[in-house]
């Protein structure tokens, strides 16, 4: 699914967010968003997943049936466990229950948590639960994900482990775009890298042309 911005200008309460931004999204890519703090990020991924609607310039307009977004402050009930969240995800899908648990199991499985598939969310290590909402994603079956700075309570080893899963779903046929303040993971599995600073673009390419400092 392809996305495509094209001159992105953003204010809120009458501050200045994002300025006259352009750029594409290819399909079945895995595209970072990186920049300092109050570069404008996260907003403009509101923007992507419609949470944001009054701008001036051209958006590519998505459905909810075309998407998964996970903002930073996503969290499901407390008293769900891992595999009730997951299953969550299959709650618009026309399947038989049965064909959504043996899913529900596959989706833990590979994604690194089906050991976890009893505790409560809230039991859970960061690097758990964001693998776990992974997989609420992937049960949905949109074919692009949204995640806003999934990773940014999490050790390197767990960054690791995290990016090379959203890799393999990309390499899957699903297109990924994700916030993020990790440039050298960025660089190292995304398909394509998007600098914001100052509420403007500085960067827009392959990893390994990005040579920017924040």
Do not use: W
Not at 11 to 39: M, R, Y
Not at 145 to 163: C, N, T, V, Y
Not at 180 to 205: C, E, L, P, Q, W
């Amino acid at each position: 699914m392809k996305i495509s911005v094209t001159d992105l200008s953003l204010s809120l309460n009458g501050i200045n967010i994002l300025d006259d931004i352009s750029f594409d999204v290819p399909g079945q890519s895995f595209v970072c968003i990186v920049g300092p703090n109050g570069s404008g990020k996260s907003s403009l991924l509101g923007v992507l997943a419609n949470e944001i609607n009054t701008y001036d310039g051209i958006v590519t307009r998505l459905n909810g049936s075309q998407f998964c977004y996970l903002p930073q402050d996503l969290s499901p009930p407390p008293f769900l466990n891992v595999y009730e969240i997951v299953m969550l995800g299959f709650y618009a899908r026309d399947l038989q229950k049965s064909e959504k648990q043996r899913s529900t199991m596959e989706l833990l499985d590979f994604c690194g948590v089906s050991g976890l598939a009893g505790s409560t969310f809230t039991d859970i290590s960061e690097g758990e639960k964001q693998r776990t909402l992974l997989a609420f994603c992937l049960a949905q079956s949109k074919g692009l994900i949204l995640l806003d700075e999934p990773m940014s309570a999490i050790d390197l080893s767990g960054r690791q482990k995290f990016f090379g899963l959203l890799k393999s779903i990309s390499d899957m046929g699903n297109t990924l775009v994700v916030v993020t303040h990790d440039i050298d993971m960025a660089i190292k599995y995304s398909n394509k890298i998007i600098g914001i600073k100052d509420g403007r673009k500085v960067f827009d390419g392959a990893p390994d042309k990005f040579k920017l400092t924040f």
